[in-house]
């Protein structure tokens, strides 16, 4: 694997560790984006054990800190069983994804979208990850939030 630098006008020059399609721009592998000075990358992480049948439960959260921006990049989660997971912003629904039979039961959910690395929160906002456990046993949860923060 090989890094390359980038102009990205929302954080300037970047480093970028992965592959990407020339001919297919934006990238069609995973990236990762390693933020120049002033930036600081967060991974959030939460789990949750025995969630109830047919219950919401909050994975993992993350709140801007004042005078600063952030950018959320990616969203990770899976479980023992078929579930929702709802992305939140500010206690409004904003992103969702389902598990089901025949699935894998991890996935993620990508916001960049070129040239910004995510999508932008501004300082006090609030992202939490939920599951709802549709199954009629009890289920153990994980989730993570991947985060680039502006200061």
């Known amino acids: 694997m ?12 970047v480093q970028i560790e992965g592959t ?8 069609v ?23 109830a049948s047919g219950t919401t439960q909050n994975i993992v ?5 004042s005078n600063t921006s952030a950018y959320l ?23 969702m994804k389902r598990t089901y039979y025949g699935s894998d039961l991890s996935e993620s ?3 960049t979208a070129p040239p910004l690395p995510g999508f932008l929160l501004n300082a006090g906002d609030v992202i939490s990850l939920q ?3 549709f199954q009629p046993s ?4 994980e989730g993570a939030l991947y985060i680039i923060e502006v200061s």
């Open 131 to 133: 599951v709802t456990n």
């Open 61 to 65: 959260s993350y709140t801007v800190p």
């Open 109 to 111: 959910l990508e916001y």
């Open 73 to 95: 990049v990616r969203a990770t989660f899976g479980g023992q069983n078929i579930a929702t997971y709802t992305v939140m912003l500010n206690s409004n629904i904003f992103d």
């Open 2 to 13: 090989s890094n390359f630098w980038v102009d990205l006008p929302a954080l300037g020059n």
């Open 20 to 27: 990407v399609s020339v001919d297919n721009f934006p990238a």
């Open 138 to 141: 009890t289920a153990n949860f």
């Open 29 to 51: 592998q995973p990236v990762s984006i390693v933020p120049p000075s002033g930036y600081l990358a967060s991974n959030v992480f939460g789990q949750i054990a025995a969630v």
